[in-house]
């Protein structure tokens, strides 16, 4: 019994333990070096809206005439 109750503390601890956090450029504009560590999302985005382009932290949705492009690594956006 205390075999099991110790499997499931351990299996609970590393299924719970919170992800690390992802770093994305966070700016508007083609020349981009600037970083934003998003650690409550998970994700970085890139939208282009015409010729504008902007990068952060997050997936939002795609507005009307917008490409949204999300990816979960560092600096993939």
């Known amino acids: 019994m205390k075999t ?3 499997s ?3 299996v609970a601890f590393v299924y719970l333990e919170p992800g690390y956090p992802i770093l994305c450029y966070s700016c508007t504009g083609l020349l981009c070096n600037t970083f934003k560590n998003c650690s409550d999302v998970q994700a970085c ?3 282009w809206k015409g010729i504008q ?3 952060g932290c997050g ?3 795609p507005g009307e005439n917008e490409k949204v492009t999300c990816c979960a690594k560092d600096k993939c956006n």
């Open 4 to 6: 099991l109750l110790l």
């Open 45 to 47: 985005y890139q939208t």
């Open 53 to 55: 382009l902007v990068k």
């Open 59 to 61: 997936c939002p949705v």
């Open 8 to 10: 499931l503390v351990v």
